[in-house]
Nanobody, 125 residues
């Protein structure tokens, strides 16, 4: 079984920054892709960002383009999410996810097999 552990969430004022990390364990080879999703009490889970493991291609939701950066450390099976210029609407529980190389598009949560427990990000005005 693959386990994902997120860290780095917290409370920050609008315009501030946070960095999230997610470490995958329980697998000997790298995932096809890893990504971040978020969910608040009023909405369904939504895509934030993803990165392919082999080539490092990145994908972002329109709402975070230019503000968030996803990156990876292949040797550590770790994915990061650098969040800058945070807005109150970014407030949500952020989930790390991992998947194999095949499946539906990377911005769809149903394509991911493994999920972390989530970390709370709260942005105040």
């Amino acid at each position: 079984q693959v386990q994902l552990v997120e860290s780095g969430g917290g409370l920050v004022q609008a315009g501030g920054s946070l960095s999230l990390s997610c470490v995958a364990s329980g697998r000997t080879s790298g995932p096809g892709a890893m990504g971040w999703f978020r969910q608040d009490p009023q909405k369904e889970r939504e895509f934030v960002a993803a990165i392919s493991w082999s080539g490092g291609s990145t994908y972002y939701a329109d709402s975070v383009k230019g503000r968030f950066t996803i990156s990876r450390d292949n040797a550590k099976n770790t994915v990061y999410l650098q969040m800058n210029s945070l807005k109150p609407e970014d407030t949500a529980v952020y989930y790390c996810a991992a998947r194999g190389p095949r499946g539906i598009p990377l911005d769809r949560s149903r394509g991911y097999e493994y999920w972390g427990q989530g970390t709370q990000v709260t942005v105040s005005s």
